[in-house]
């Protein structure tokens, strides 16, 4: 078997990588959440944010609690960044295949996990959620998603690869993003898309309302629940809508979304709040299925 044969696959998408090498995410999230690439958990109507690294912890320690799996069960981390999720559930006893479609993702990941000693529990390597042909069928006890879904350039299949994965009985949680379409807002509207195209999150786009829960649902999972987090993150979404502010004027005057869409990403996300939706969703892969399970290809 040859190198080419054994490499994994991974959707060609440069938009994405372009995004994740850009010198203003590579640099935000760095100083401002550590490295970390999910929002924060806080208590409603709290004001000051800091300190960050407590508030993320928090987020995940909420998505352990929604998994709700006995020590030694093995999770899928399906799109894990430099790793902070997956030492988190490490460290709680779980079992965590992790990966990431971005290799200095996975190098630093790599690192982290042995700094933190869990080596013998996270295995950390390059994957793509829409290639999951190298898992077993049943073979994983949960799966989880924190702020990844909403890159998929075909959540569908996405999610019926989660299901063919995870044995029956098994967890699906996702902390993603939702939304409801701006109306009489052409500015918002023109904001959010920006947003979406220039941080390559086409599937942010289309979960609109409940779209995501229907995909769930038409992927096979039952008993699915829904924790709505968005008061929880808004402490964290209003320091980034302060400390964007100016410089989102200049970048405006000049044209230079593009260069810096997590800035404009910080001035529509707070300033039309209320269009927006944090949810925590956590589903089951009934005993029962009734869906094929051979592991299906896309291009």
Same mark, same amino acid.
């Given at each position: 078997?040859?190198?080419?044969?054994? +490499?994994?696959?991974?959707?060609?998408?440069?938009? !994405?990588?372009?995004?994740?090498?850009?010198?203003?995410?590579?640099?935000?999230?760095? !100083?401002?959440?550590?490295?970390? +690439?999910?929002?924060?958990?806080?208590?409603?109507?709290?004001?000051?944010?800091?300190?960050?690294?407590? &508030?993320?912890?928090?987020?995940?320690?909420?998505?352990?609690?929604?998994?709700?799996?006995? /020590?030694?069960?093995?999770?899928?981390?399906?799109?894990?960044?430099?790793?902070?999720? &997956?030492?988190?559930?490490?460290?709680?006893? %779980?079992?965590?295949?992790?990966?990431?479609?971005?290799?200095?993702? @996975?190098?630093?990941?790599?690192?982290?996990?042995?700094?933190?000693?869990?080596? *013998? #529990?996270?295995? $950390? #390597?390059?994957?793509?959620?829409?290639?999951?042909?190298?898992?077993?069928?049943? #073979?994983?006890?949960? @799966?989880?998603?924190?702020?990844?879904?909403?890159?998929?350039?075909?959540?569908?299949?996405?999610?019926?690869?989660?299901?063919?994965?995870?044995?029956?009985?098994?967890?699906?949680?996702?902390?993603?993003? /939702?939304?409801?379409?701006?109306?009489?807002?052409?500015?918002? #509207?023109?904001?959010?898309?920006? $947003?979406?195209?220039?941080?390559?999150?086409? &599937?942010?786009?289309?979960?609109?309302?409940? /779209?995501?829960?229907?995909?769930?649902?038409?992927?096979?999972?039952?008993?699915?629940?829904?924790?709505?987090?968005?008061? *929880?993150?808004?402490? !964290?979404?209003?320091?980034?809508?302060?400390?964007?502010?100016?410089?989102?004027?200049?970048?405006?005057?000049?044209? %230079?979304?593009?260069?810096?869409?997590?800035?404009?990403?910080?001035?529509?996300?707070?300033?039309?709040?209320?269009?927006?939706?944090?949810?925590?969703?956590?589903?089951?892969?009934?005993?029962?299925?009734?869906?094929?399970?051979?592991?299906?290809? $896309?291009?």
């Amino acid at each position: 078997m040859t190198s080419e044969d054994t +490499r994994p696959l991974i959707n060609k998408n440069p938009a !994405l990588q372009a995004y994740y090498a850009s010198l203003e995410s590579r640099i935000g999230y760095r !100083l401002i959440l550590g490295g970390t +690439r999910h929002f924060g958990y806080y208590e409603p109507g709290t004001w000051w944010p800091f300190p960050i690294s407590k &508030a993320l912890r928090n987020m995940e320690d909420r998505l352990f609690e929604c998994l709700d799996l006995p /020590a030694g069960s093995t999770v899928l981390d399906a799109g894990c960044g430099n790793g902070y999720v &997956a030492i988190n559930m490490a460290s709680r006893n %779980l079992k965590v295949k992790a990966f990431d479609v971005t290799e200095r993702h @996975v190098i630093r990941a790599q690192k982290n996990v042995i700094e933190a000693g869990l080596e *013998n #529990s996270v295995t $950390v #390597s390059r994957g793509d959620y829409h290639h999951l042909e190298g898992f077993p069928t049943e #073979s994983l006890d949960g @799966v989880y998603t924190m702020e990844t879904i909403v890159h998929a350039t075909d959540a569908k299949a996405v999610l019926d690869g989660f299901f063919r994965v995870l044995k029956p009985g098994g967890s699906l949680v996702m902390f993603e993003y /939702a939304h409801t379409t701006p109306k009489d807002a052409p500015e918002a #509207s023109r904001l959010f898309r920006q $947003v979406n195209e220039y941080a390559a999150m086409p &599937a942010n786009a289309e979960f609109e309302s409940d /779209a995501l829960l229907s995909l769930v649902e038409d992927a096979g999972f039952t008993d699915i629940k829904v924790r709505d987090f968005t008061q *929880n993150v808004k402490p !964290l979404m209003r320091l980034f809508f302060i400390l964007a502010y100016v410089p989102y004027l200049v970048i405006r005057l000049f044209g %230079l979304e593009r260069h810096f869409v997590n800035t404009v990403a910080a001035i529509v996300g707070y300033r039309y709040f209320h269009i927006h939706r944090y949810m925590a969703i956590r589903a089951t892969k009934p005993n029962s299925a009734g869906h094929p399970l051979e592991p299906k290809k $896309v291009q």
